[in-house]
T-cell receptor, first 108, second 113 residues
C-alpha cells in the first residue's frame, strides 16, 4: 500500500468555484503534514502546513483527521492562477512521503 | 536569502555516459534530500543526508548511482553509466529541523538518448 494516496484528477473547475482535494496516509505514526503546489515544469513549493486543529490561509483551508488518516485542502473562489498540481505530503522521522499529486485547472 | 540551488538545469547525454548533478542547500539546513520525479508522479526519495552522513539510501540504485556530501554542505549525485530509464527530473531539497517543511531546488531535467 502506498504511503500517501491522492485522486490524480484532473479537476476542471470554473473561476470562482470551490474545490476540495483529499488524501489518505497509511502510517499512523506520521508526524507532520503539508500541501505543496507544483506548477508545470517547476519544483514543488510549500503551500501550507496542515495542523490538527485545521488552518486557513486566505482562500485555502487545510484539515487533518488523524483518526481517519486523511488530509484535505479546500480552495474557495478559485482563480486562474490556482491551476497547478497539488501534492499531499506526509513526514515521518524526517522522511517525506509524497502523493502523486492532484491536477487542478481553473477555467475562465 | 538564497534558496536551494541546483545545476545544471538541463542535461542531455547518451546512454552509458556518466552524469553528475550538484546541489547547494539553504544555509544552515542540515538535512539534504535527493529525489527523482517522473512525469505525473510525486517525488521519490533517492538518498537523505543528515550533515555528512547518508542516513537513508535504501532507494538509491547503488550499482550505478552514487552521492556524496562532503563537509555537510554541497552535495553531488552521480550516475554512471546512465540508462534510458534514468530520464527524469532530479530534485534536491533541504530542511532545517525534524518534521519541518522541505525546500526544493529547481531540479535538473535529465534526458538520456
Amino acid at each position: 500500500r502506498k504511503e500517501v494516496e491522492q485522486d490524480p484528477g484532473p479537476f476542471n473547475v470554473p473561476e470562482g468555484a470551490t474545490v476540495a482535494f483529499n488524501c489518505t496516509y497509511s502510517n499512523s505514526a506520521s508526524q507532520s503534514f503539508f500541501w505543496y503546489r507544483q506548477d508545470c515544469r517547476k519544483e514543488p513549493k510549500l503551500l501550507m502546513s496542515v495542523y490538527s486543529s485545521g488552518n486557513e490561509d486566505g482562500r485555502f483551508t487545510a484539515q487533518l483527521n488523524r483518526a481517519s488518516q486523511y488530509i484535505s485542502l479546500l480552495i474557495r473562489d478559485s482563480k486562474l492562477s490556482d491551476s497547478a498540481t497539488y501534492l499531499c505530503v506526509v513526514n515521518r522521522g524526517n522522511q517525506f512521503y509524497f502523493g502523486t499529486g492532484t491536477s487542478l485547472t481553473v477555467i475562465p | 536569502e538564497a534558496g536551494v540551488v541546483q545545476s545544471p538545469r538541463y542535461k542531455i547525454i547518451e546512454k552509458k555516459q556518466p552524469v553528475a548533478f550538484w546541489c547547494n542547500p539553504i544555509s544552515g539546513h542540515n538535512t539534504l534530500y535527493w529525489y527523482l520525479q517522473n512525469l505525473g508522479q510525486g517525488p521519490e526519495l533517492l538518498i537523505r543526508y543528515e550533515n555528512e552522513e547518508a542516513v537513508d539510501d535504501s532507494q538509491l540504485p547503488k550499482d550505478r548511482f552514487s552521492a556524496e556530501r562532503l563537509k555537510g554542505v554541497d552535495s553531488t549525485l552521480k550516475i554512471q553509466p546512465a540508462e534510458l530509464g534514468d530520464s527524469a527530473v532530479y530534485l534536491c531539497a533541504s530542511s532545517l529541523q525534524l518534521n519541518t517543511e522541505a525546500f526544493f531546488g529547481q531540479g535538473t531535467r535529465l534526458t538520456v538518448v
